[in-house]
């Protein structure tokens, strides 16, 4: 029997989709190709010299997104949250990009996405067999199929790929190269917000200084700092200067930027505490169940409140009555610890890195409630859903 060709279609080659598409391209059966916008960037990323993508990787040019990789005719393409012009394959497979809180993700919000894959394999809407949707678990189930409008017949329970690799911890010494500063005799601290409050603390002060006194609290502690952020052309040019400057004039700390180093599993992996202001590379992080502190991310969930979303044409900001319209989890349902302040959070950073398993049992209470426990048996949940969608469609063009 000819091997199951999966196309994979990343807007971002990281997390849970490269921790699958590593993992699947492994196995017997199975082809895997990857359309990336640069695979020489990838490669030159330290992650893929310790646990290397056995997959064909493919520099991504715009007729891709019409005729896909010519010569190359795969039963199932995989995505995060972009679907090619045209389909690329039979069947399609949903990989969201992140569990996290931000909402409220409803059919307006998904009305882009919900076209794309209706062009693409037929509507989400109705029970399809040429569409899956994967679930981090029964409460993203529900969600995706009551506020999305996926329909329930479309979602599979599969949890979070990355999990399978996180709860197993990493020889740091294998890494230590990969990093400016010492990962094996110190402890790190990784800050990782997400892009859609603006500057991360602007509720609490002023970024220019709460950073300042948050990145010396850190080393004064004897800690490293890693401070990864989203995409750098989602940040105002001036704010992203200030950003640099931070790693730019200071020892043991390292900037990042998402689109300049995609991967975050090597900082997950070595990350002894994160602090993020409800980013869901924190769902990621709850597998290793070392402590997550959780910034409240707004003075007042109650106040007006300047939404930003990435678009197509770039970022918008709209304005909305409330931050609790753009939560589909409340901030207070997490896994770790929860700062209101920026005094608390120094309070909170001196507790995680003085007890280590301080958020063990909040952790595994968020992983049981939300996303299967991180069992280490998702990416079987997955490559049993391909081959759900691939048996399917075998013979259909």
Do not use: C, M
């Given at each position: 029997m000819p091997?199951?060709?999966?196309?994979?279609?990343?807007?971002?080659?990281?997390?849970?989709?490269?921790?699958?598409?590593?993992?699947?391209?492994?196995?017997?059966?199975?082809?895997v190709?990857?359309?990336?916008?640069?695979p020489d960037g990838f490669l030159r990323e330290p992650v893929n010299h310790l646990l290397p993508v056995r997959a064909t990787l493919v520099r991504r040019r715009p007729w891709h997104h019409v005729l896909g990789r010519i010569g190359y005719a795969p039963e199932v393409t995989i995505f995060d949250n972009r679907v090619p012009l045209r389909a690329s394959s039979?069947?399609?497979?949903?990989?969201?990009?992140?569990?996290?809180?931000?909402?409220?993700?409803?059919?307006?919000?998904l009305g882009w996405l919900h076209s794309s894959i209706a062009r693409a394999w037929g509507s989400a809407k109705q029970p399809n067999a040429r569409f899956r949707w994967q679930a981090f678990g029964p409460w993203d189930k529900q969600h995706r199929s009551e506020v999305s409008r996926i329909h329930a017949d479309n979602i599979r329970e599969l949890g979070a790929a990355s999990h399978d690799d996180l709860?197993?911890?990493?020889?740091?010494?294998?890494?230590?190269?990969?990093?400016?500063?010492?990962?094996?005799?110190?402890?790190?601290?990784?800050?990782?917000?997400?892009?859609?409050y603006s500057e991360v603390f602007a509720?609490?002060?002023?970024?220019?200084?709460?950073?300042?006194?948050?990145?010396?609290?850190?080393?004064?502690?004897?800690?490293?700092?890693?401070?990864?952020?989203?995409?750098?052309?989602?940040?105002?040019?001036?704010?992203?200067?200030?950003?640099?400057?931070?790693?730019?004039q200071r020892e043991r700390v390292l900037v990042k930027f998402k689109d300049e180093a995609p991967d975050n599993y090597l900082d997950l992996q070595i990350a002894d505490?994160?602090?993020?202001?409800?980013?869901?590379?924190?769902?990621?992080?709850?597998?290793?169940?070392?402590?997550?502190?959780?910034?409240?991310?707004?003075?007042?969930?109650?106040?007006a409140f300047l939404w930003r979303q990435h678009t197509v044409f770039g970022p918008r900001i709209r304005k909305v009555e409330s931050a609790r319209f753009i939560w589909k989890l409340p901030p207070e349902d997490h896994g770790g610890l929860l700062a209101r302040s920026f005094?608390?959070?120094?309070?909170?950073?001196?507790?995680?890195?003085d007890e280590p398993s301080c958020c063990q049992a909040a952790?595994?209470?968020f992983l049981d409630r939300h996303m299967l426990g991180a069992d280490g048996r998702n990416t079987e949940r997955i490559v049993a859903a391909v081959e759900e969608l691939a048996d399917g469609m075998r013979g259909t063009p």
């Open positions: 091997p199951t060709r999966v196309l994979v279609w990343p807007t971002t080659f990281g997390a849970d989709l490269w921790s699958f598409t590593r993992r699947l391209a492994e196995r017997p059966g199975f082809d190709s990857v359309v990336l916008g640069d039979p069947a399609g497979l949903a990989l969201w990009h992140g569990f996290g809180w931000k909402g409220p993700n409803d059919e307006h919000e709860r197993e911890p990493l020889d740091r010494r294998k890494v230590r190269d990969a990093y400016p500063f010492d990962v094996t005799a110190r402890p790190t601290v990784l800050v990782a917000p997400t892009w859609h509720h609490w002060g002023s970024d220019r200084e709460l950073f300042v006194q948050l990145i010396g609290h850190v080393l004064a502690r004897g800690a490293n700092v890693i401070l990864r952020f989203h995409d750098s052309y989602r940040f105002d040019p001036g704010y992203v200067r200030f950003l640099r400057s931070l790693g730019e505490v994160l602090v993020t202001n409800y980013s869901s590379i924190a769902n990621l992080f709850y597998a290793t169940l070392r402590p997550t502190i959780h910034a409240y991310p707004v003075r007042n969930a109650d106040e005094e608390q959070l120094l309070l909170e950073l001196d507790r995680a890195l952790a595994r209470a």
